[in-house]
């Protein structure tokens, strides 16, 4: 039996990484193959906390698969993959987003429209009858609790709070709201992270009616706090060199953002959130899903 | 809460239409929306077998779809749809083929490699909690007896048996051997058929490299005897007018197959197949499954 590598997407977050780890040993336990969780980056400060809480060693670092098999978790497109993708057989998919796929022969593609990756794995190992060890289920905990911003991101769907319950249960995490909230708050130290670090970390590119659009997030505690460094963030979105950059600085506490805007389609930008850009900054009340609040009025607005 | 349509590919069989019964039932029980399963085609002597002894009425037959949401099993591509696909939006694809899809969003989308779409779906229905009727049971038992020939194709794998036997024990069949072959048999009659439906009544379009190739694909219990309506059934597959037509016969009790073929392409057609052409037939010795057997030597061969 080949070796398959189980991996998330570049820019790995809590769910690519707990999902990989919860893929992995899902695959090894149903068809009996060999498999290692490997990751497209360093963990970031919330997936780091977890992994420590947990007592992992942080995943196996790759660019490119050095295996013939693998299995995707949290994405499907090429282009958030490994270098080498099309070299390789893709034999499985667990995922929460847009399809863009094609293969020649039927393979595992799961693709459920669920709060996070680790919700379709939890009812995977369920339909399985696979019993899911206690700090695998402490990491898919942690990736529901990440990718729903705690069951508050619009993102949730009624299947992610039976599983979070279910799998905190498994973990032994007493109170799932408290560990989550120290979770979350380790990811917010936006002090000992570069501007740079702080745009790039969780950007991706849109195309809006064929204007380029790249758009950041990070999340705080305090997002005063974080505009205290505007004009050193600005710097770094202005290095970037794309036509329009959005920075979607999210309050985890209370559910707003506000967002950094560069850019010549400033109308269009305060169209969309139905507000004012001053000092390039608009506030998005109620804002905390780029997916779900940030993306579709967007696309709406051009 | 939008109605939608559950239906399997044209030219429907017993896995297509009692997929369909199956996952119309699911998704109704398991997000509550309200479904119908409707069929692209008339139900097959097999099929009708199962529908009859299960006490089923024919579903309704339909070109395009009049809701605007759907549900696909047992096939993901446009081409064995509806005809009004691209208006409509695919909510679900519970299937066992090669993936040629996009979606603007995530969508629940199940593709396994296992013997039938009826097995991906008991595995869903256990991974819900939800019961099973025992009449749909008993279609889903016919689903995977018709596609894995009672466990003995290729393309039969260790999820299919377990499947078969649980769900034949909810439908409360005694012996599912005895069961299968019945039904499988009553699939057999082709005395009854005309020479166009024999052709026609499973076919599916291909493309090998550029060359459009027509694959149907009968079972019997008798080679010879199908045989010896080979000149009608050579005037059929001409009036079809394709540039390739394989019509592929199946003897379901020992597990092999003859092929007539008609089209400028025998040299590859005897590559694939290791064999010669007489008369415009070719011996596929242990060829049981389109699939398995059959499409991938052609991939290879052009």
Partial sequence: MTKKLVFGHQNPDTDTIASAIAAAYLVHKAFGDET????????????????????????????????????????NEAAQSVANLADVEIAGVYDHHKINFT?????????QPLGSV???????????DIE????????????????????????????????????????GIEDYEAYGL???????????????ELIDGDAKSFDFAGNVFRIGQVNTVDIEDALTRQSEIEEAMKAEDFDNFLFVITDILNSNSKAIYLGDNSDAVEKAFNGKLVNHVI???GVVSRKKQVVPPLTAAF
């Fill in 36 to 75: 290692e969780a490997v990751a497209l980056g360093t963990p970031n400060a919330e997936t780091q906390y977890a992994l420590d809480y947990f007592k992992f060693e942080p995943l196996r670092v790759i660019t490119e698969a050095d295996t013939k098999q693998v299995v995707l978790v949290d994405h």
């Fill in 103 to 111: 293969s020649n022969a039927p393979i595992w593609f799961n693709n």
């Fill in 118 to 128: 680790a919700t379709i794995l939890y009812y995977e190992f369920k339909s399985h």
């Fill in 132 to 171: 899911i060890p206690e700090e695998i289920a402490g990491m898919m905990t942690s990736a529901i609790v990440s990718d729903t911003l705690l069951l508050k991101s619009p993102t949730t769907t009624s299947f992610d709070q039976p599983a979070l319950e279910a799998l905190a249960d498994i973990a």
């Fill in 182 to 196: 120290a979770m979350l708050k380790a990811g917010t130290d936006l002090s000992k992270r570069s501007a740079k």
């Fill in 283 to 285: 506030d998005l009340p």
